[in-house]
């Protein structure tokens, strides 16, 4: 079965600051990867993903993740934090590949953004 | 852009009544999905809808719950006798044909408090 793990259910940074969120995943097939943000009052929103190819992806609002298969992880960067990045951050796998509609959600890490 | 939506944002029922939680999904989208996020865990996936019919659940969606697309544009989750632990935030998403790697689009989701 698949499964995500998010450390730190809560990071802080200052502004400017450099923006670290830890995903490691669990999959039985080579997995597709998202980050979903969601912020206050909104639904999930999709940042970026990984399927195939280049384990660098970039996504919206400057942030991108990086796929290591040796380290089962998709931890999520931005080089210089903003207010408005202050959002809830969901890592998600999908077992598509596998034959399931589903995915597989970590519990979120809430990211506080200081002036 | 196009958007899911989702209505009521809050609903507030008592425990034994049954609730109908809306959803329009993305209007050229063929799969539907329901998640919900009970406060403080994970966002966990109940069910999916291809084609008049569901085609994943998962355990958390035992026969108290149903799922509709009634008229070719809502999508529908009814819980028939509400528990208090169905208290939670209730999301829908919806996923284009052409979504192979499974991105699906969120609502802003529905918050049922059981009482």
């Known amino acids: 079965a698949q499964s995500v793990t998010q450390l730190g259910s809560h990071v802080s940074v200052s502004e400017g600051a450099l923006v670290l969120l830890r995903c490691n995943y669990s999959s039985s097939v080579p997995p597709y990867l998202f980050w979903y943000v969601q912020y206050p009052n909104q639904g999930l929103q999709l940042l970026l993903k990984?399927?195939?190819?280049?384990?660098l992806v970039k996504g919206i609002n400057g942030f991108e993740a990086e796929f290591k298969k040796s380290e089962t992880s998709f931890h999520l960067t931005k080089p210089s934090a903003h207010m408005s990045d202050a959002a809830e951050y969901f890592c998600?796998?999908?077992?598509?590949?596998?034959?399931?509609?589903?995915?597989?959600f970590g519990k979120g890490t809430k990211l506080t953004v200081n002036p | 852009e196009p958007e899911v939506t989702q209505t009521p944002s809050h609903q507030v029922t008592q425990m034994g009544q049954e609730v109908i939680l809306r959803c329009v999904p993305i209007?050229?989208?063929?799969?539907f999905y329901w998640y919900r996020q009970i406060l403080g865990q994970k966002v966990e996936f109940l069910v999916s809808?291809?084609?008049?019919?569901?085609?994943?659940k998962s355990e958390i969606f035992d026969d108290q719950f149903s799922v509709e697309r009634p008229d070719g544009s809502n999508f529908t989750l009814k819980i028939r006798s509400t528990k208090l632990e169905d208290s939670a935030m209730y999301f829908c998403?919806?996923?284009?044909?052409?979504?192979?790697?499974?991105?699906?689009?969120f609502g802003p989701g529905t918050r049922l408090t059981v009482l």
């Open positions: 209007s050229n989208h063929l799969y």
């Open positions: 998403a919806s996923r284009s044909r052409s979504g192979v790697y499974n991105e699906q689009f």
């Open positions: 998600a796998v999908s077992d598509i590949q596998g034959g399931s509609e589903k995915l597989v």
């Open positions: 990984y399927t195939t190819g280049a384990t």
């Open positions: 809808f291809y084609n008049n019919e569901i085609s994943e």
